[in-house]
Structures are given as structure tokens and as C-alpha cells.
């Protein structure tokens, strides 16, 4: 099975911050890669799909980027609505998926 | 508006059954990929099992296999997971969503919780 490797864990940030999280997968997985923002006690949300691609209605602060085994995402002035966990998940195969072990963004 | 409502979570005992539902509305059922995810109390994501379109393709997470089915009526527009054997390892919440590809719609979520 593919591992994915999120770090770090937890990052302290401020209102206006540029914050970078990083996935990395055991084996190449091309840019079959989604970051999602999960909120406590609601249901995770897609933010990006297909490494870099913004789902609909996501603000464009957000950015994702890599290909292969590394991947990035990039919140850019980092706003209120932003505080809460991301995950990256890796769906190259219809067999099996994964995601990271998730990244607690909150505030400083 | 698009709706996918899960049901059947509550508390079971170890070793026990359950079937969760998902009830899906507000789109064309029969014509995706489905998928079911769980997450921990406090933990992360964790991908369960895909049915394709037909029902003729079902993947399941190797920590689970054996022990759960994936199914779909497409004429009821339900998504369906059985997991039998349950430990207290299974106590999660039960995410259906849609796609085969990064999943963009969720329901939002049954607790399941085992416990004598």
C-alpha cells in the first residue's frame, strides 16, 4: 500500500500568514493526490483534486502543487475560516487509498 | 440539492453487526462511483471500501477485509455497508461520498461505537 507522509502535525499561524503543509507518498502516484479541510464534527471538504486543480467555490488562496511522490499545499493570507485540520489522500489506484495523517492549523 | 444522509450507526457490542445506509438524493445515483471512509474519535481519515456504477467492482481496505460487504440499490438510490465482527477498533464515524476520484461530496456522518 501507498504511505502518505503529511507534515507537520501542527502549525501555529497568524491572520495573514503564508502557510505551507507537505505530503509525501512512499511511491510515484503521478498527481493523483487531494487536500481536503475538515472542521470539528463536520465532514471533511475538498479544497484540491488532481494535485492542483481548485474545486469549485474554494477561495484562491488556496494552492496545491507537486507531482509524483511530493506534493505542497499553500494557504496564502491565511484568514479565520482557515483555522482546522487538512488532509492530503493519495487515489491512485481504485484499490486503495490513504490519506496523511492530517496537519492542525491553529492560531498563534 | 444534493443530499447524502447516512443512518444505522448506534452502539453495538463487541463481536456484534450493523448495516449503515446511505441515502442519496439530488443526483443521478446509478452514474458514480461510491465510497465509504470512517475516522476514529480524534483520529484521522481513514478510506473504507469503492463500489463502482454496476456493483461489479468492489474494493475494500485490507484491515477490514473479510469482515465488511459494499453494496448499492440503484433503484432505491442507497449505498449500503455491512460490517460484521465488530471490535472496539471499529468505533469511528461512517462517511459515504461520492466518486472515484477526490470525493466532493460527503454525508454527514453515523457514529458507530462499540462497546459492551
Known amino acids: 500500500d501507498i504511505q502518505m507522509t503529511q507534515s507537520p502535525s501542527t502549525l501555529s499561524a497568524s491572520v495573514g500568514d503564508r502557510v505551507t503543509i507537505t505530503c509525501r507518498a512512499s511511491q510515484t502516484i503521478s498527481t493523483w493526490l487531494a487536500w481536503y479541510q475538515q472542521k470539528p464534527g463536520k465532514a471533511p471538504r475538498l479544497l484540491i483534486y488532481k494535485a492542483s486543480t481548485l474545486e469549485i467555490g474554494v477561495p484562491s488562496r488556496f494552492s496545491g502543487s507537486g507531482s509524483g511522490t511530493e506534493f505542497t499545499l499553500t494557504i496564502s493570507n491565511l484568514q479565520p475560516d482557515d483555522f482546522a485540520t487538512y488532509y492530503c489522500?493519495?487515489?491512485?489506484?481504485?484499490?486503495?487509498?490513504?490519506f496523511g495523517q492530517g496537519t492542525k492549523v491553529d492560531i498563534k | 440539492e444534493v443530499r447524502l444522509v447516512e443512518s444505522g450507526g448506534g452502539v453495538v457490542q463487541p463481536g456484534g453487526s450493523l448495516r449503515l445506509s446511505c441515502e442519496v438524493s439530488?443526483?443521478?445515483?446509478?452514474?458514480?462511483?461510491m465510497t465509504w471512509f470512517r475516522q476514529a474519535p480524534g483520529k484521522g481519515l481513514e478510506w473504507v471500501a469503492n463500489?463502482?456504477?454496476?456493483?461489479?467492482?468492489?474494493y475494500y481496505v485490507d484491515s477490514m477485509k473479510g469482515r465488511i460487504t459494499i453494496s448499492r440499490d440503484n433503484t432505491k438510490n442507497i449505498l449500503y455497508l455491512q460490517v460484521n465482527s465488530l471490535t472496539a477498533e471499529d468505533t469511528a464515524v461512517y462517511y459515504c461520498s461520492r466518486g472515484i476520484a477526490a470525493s466532493d461530496l460527503w454525508g454527514q456522518g453515523t457514529l458507530v461505537t462499540v462497546s459492551s
Open positions: 439530488g443526483l443521478t445515483f446509478r452514474s458514480y462511483w
Open positions: 463500489i463502482n456504477k454496476d456493483a461489479t467492482e468492489k
Open positions: 489522500q493519495q487515489y491512485n489506484s481504485y484499490s486503495s487509498w490513504t
